[in-house]
């Protein structure tokens, strides 16, 4: 088998100097069961592994598939080694959230890559109650910061293969590989789906020039345009009858000429002002280069597959374990004390990183549920002239030229948070973060002035260069964010000798009106192994003032968790509180050296 298969780099339609891939993610629906649904869906996996040359993954072995199986204790994944480098992890169980809740099952191949890693992740979760989920992420992990990699994932083959086989759906519309073209008698339904409250992908309409005819720009053109949207979007070409119902039936929303319209979830047909979010991609731009159009085509879903919270199901699927080698307890009796202590470090910074991928997912969810908030909350405000086009049209909601009621999208007023922000309310009643926080490191760089007890010590350009790395949107900057509104508040508290403790505690105890940063990731210091390393010792050594040492360097073991993984970012510092009266921020940056990135 050869590495460059999964994907195929030919596939790769645009390239970007550095950084890492756009990751592909799908997520439908089947009416399937759920021991259906993840039978055909190993049937079509262990289909495509054979078709690109590795090994077939043997049954599981009395693998419980129904989701009223009774709940079995957490166990790690399994894993297979299917060929050369090729790793295949599988694990099934109860939801988060106790019995009754509902079962997954979860698939997970890597595969080498020029540069990395090729990630292909297949989850498969069912409810108590409600459809069976089906997941697909794609995602290649480059190790080196000069290589060259396509800037996003090619939708995978296996997509192609488990769209038909499961019978996928979004709402009220089927998940078809390729347009459909309709006619004047089917843009009735057109508009239902647009309107359908269930819907979350985006839906890509085509219209027909007037000088061509339809079967030679469907070939052509919109199919080649449509070549990566399998999964992330329905797509659909109007003939000529069909347009002109359509355009008459939403005047604000209309497509002709040749153009292709991207229709995001939640359609409001008597707002103008709701016209203008759903983008449009001109004939002009479409014919000067197919290819490139192409990729800004698929550009928006990307970013909505990106963003979408995850139905609750797929959010309640725990992050995977893998067990470790079998023979690491016998070579750890082997070993010395000193191998001992280390391997011992090993499992518990493990179980760390676990822990904090699990967080990370789960604080991932509340900036997705934010962003969607916060779009909602601004779409509720009307634009000049929709007082007037909902007299026209009767109200609010509106009925189309088919009699169909047309639901206007929801929104959620955000409430005014303890100093004037306004912020979502979590799950305890804080803000998961501010509305007006910095969406990027660059931007949270020019506004430290605003914590007046916080001194950045550090090197910038470190800082700067998350902007090009971080897979979660702005997430990463917010999330630090969070911490340094913390550190000022704990801060100020700290001068006036009322803070009662160390960070740590002031954040298990955190004052009423007083921004909350979770606990779990505000850590007081390196592990021993770490802080006995000469070379991941001299790493935290970082810059503070004269007053503060006369050497200019100080160990900042206290930190931050932005995020969890080997690389996700940490905000070290450095408590002088109770000598100079401020606190010292020597690094914003990637994971530093420890046993779990060495």
């Not at 926080?437 to 470190?462: C, I, N, V, W, Y």
Request: glycine share 10%; with cysteine; charged share 25%.
């Amino acid at each position: 088998m050869t590495s460059d298969r999964f994907p195929s780099p030919a596939r790769a339609e645009l390239f970007a100097p550095r950084g890492p891939a756009t990751p592909y993610r799908m997520t439908v629906t089947t009416a399937l069961p759920h021991a259906d649904a993840v039978a055909l869906a190993d049937q079509g996996l262990g289909a495509w592994l054979k078709q690109e040359g590795c090994e077939e993954p043997p049954p599981a072995v009395r693998e419980p598939v129904g989701p009223d199986t009774p709940d079995a204790p957490d166990t790690p994944a399994e894993r297979l080694r299917l060929g050369d480098r090729v790793l295949f992890d599988r694990d099934h169980g109860p939801l988060r959230g106790g019995p009754g809740t509902g079962r997954y099952h979860r698939r997970r191949l890597r595969t080498p890559a020029p540069h990395g890693t090729h990630q292909l992740t297949l989850t498969i979760a069912t409810g108590a109650e409600g459809p069976t989920w089906v997941r697909l992420e794609a995602e290649t992990h480059t190790t080196g910061s000069g290589v060259r990699t396509p800037c996003r994932v090619p939708v995978p083959e296996l997509a192609r293969t488990l769209l038909p086989l499961l019978d996928a759906t979004d709402g009220p519309a089927a998940v078809h590989l390729s347009p459909q073209v309709l006619t004047a008698g089917q843009v009735g339904g057109l508009i239902d789906e647009l309107c359908d409250p269930e819907r979350r992908l985006p839906t890509v309409v085509a219209s027909v020039p007037v000088n061509l005819g339809l079967d030679q720009w469907l070939a052509d053109v919109v199919r080649p345009l449509c070549h990566q949207l399998p999964g992330l979007a329905t797509a659909y070409v109007l003939d000529p009858g069909a347009r002109t119902e359509f355009n008459v039936a939403l005047e604000y929303h209309t497509v002709y000429g040749g153009a292709v319209r991207t229709y995001l979830p939640e359609v409001d047909p008597a707002s103008r002002q709701d016209g203008a979010r759903h983008p449009v991609l001109a004939r002009q731009r479409i014919e000067e280069d197919i290819r490139r159009a192409a990729g800004l085509l698929a550009r928006e879903p990307r970013r909505l597959a990106a963003e979408q919270p995850l139905p609750p199901p797929l959010a309640a699927v725990p992050v995977l374990r893998v067990a470790p080698p079998s023979g690491a307890r016998a070579d750890a009796d082997r070993a010395a004390a000193d191998a001992r202590a280390e391997l011992a470090a090993l499992v518990r910074e493990e179980r760390q990183d676990r822990a904090e991928q699990q967080a990370r997912a789960d604080e991932l969810e509340l900036v997705r549920h934010s962003l969607r908030r916060e779009r909602r909350r601004d779409r509720r405000r009307p634009a000049p002239g929709d007082e007037q086009a909902g007299a026209r049209h009767g109200g609010a909601p509106v009925r189309g030229m088919t009699g169909r009621l047309c639901a206007g999208p929801g929104g959620a007023v955000l409430p005014t948070m303890p100093g004037g922000h306004s912020g979502p309310v979590g799950p305890a009643g804080s803000p998961s973060h501010w509305i007006d926080a910095p969406g990027t490191f660059t931007e949270l760089m020019t506004r430290l002035g605003e914590f007046p007890l916080l001194s950045f010590t550090g090197d910038q350009k470190t800082t700067l260069a998350l902007d090009g790395l971080q897979c979660a949107g702005a997430s990463w900057a917010r999330l630090t964010w969070d911490g340094l509104t913390a550190l000022q508040e704990y801060a100020e508290a700290a001068v006036r000798g009322e803070a009662g403790g160390d960070f740590k505690q002031w954040c298990e105890r955190t004052p009423a009106g007083c921004h909350r940063f979770p606990p779990r990731k505000a850590v007081r210091g390196e592990s021993r192994t770490v802080f006995s390393h000469t070379k991941w010792k001299r790493e935290r050594m970082l810059p503070v003032p004269e007053c503060v040492d006369v050497s200019r360097r100080a160990f900042m073991g206290a930190h931050l968790r932005i995020g969890g993984g080997r690389t996700a970012p940490r905000l070290h510092y450095l408590d002088d509180c109770s000598g100079s009266g401020r606190i010292y921020v020597g690094y914003i940056g990637l994971h530093l050296t420890n046993t779990r990135t060495n």
